[in-house]
């Protein structure tokens, strides 16, 4: 994960479109859906909107230019 203090800089960026994030959102749903299958303790480690937040985050760090 991204220091706590780059996520803003992560979440403005201004190539974000609302399709962008979508994908990256749908992206985190099935990526947890999967591993919730694989690990049923998985679900009862944090919340799901907490999960998704967090994966959207991750995948939105590693897009070229998320630095600032």
């Known amino acids: ?3 706590t203090e ?7 960026n ?3 479109t ?7 959102i749908t992206f ?3 990526f947890d859906r999967e ?3 694989g690990l049923p303790p998985w ?3 944090m919340p799901l909107e907490e999960r998704i937040l967090l994966l959207v985050i991750l ?4 897009r070229p230019g998320s630095s600032p």
Do not use: C, F, N
Request: hydrophobic letters at 45%.
């Open 1 to 3: 994960m991204p220091p």
């Open 6 to 12: 780059r996520w803003v800089a992560i979440l403005q």
């Open 14 to 16: 201004p190539s974000l």
């Open 18 to 24: 609302d399709e962008v994030i979508g994908l990256h």
């Open 28 to 30: 985190a749903y099935q």
């Open 35 to 37: 591993v919730s299958a």
């Open 43 to 45: 679900k009862e480690t």
């Open 59 to 62: 995948s939105l760090s590693w």
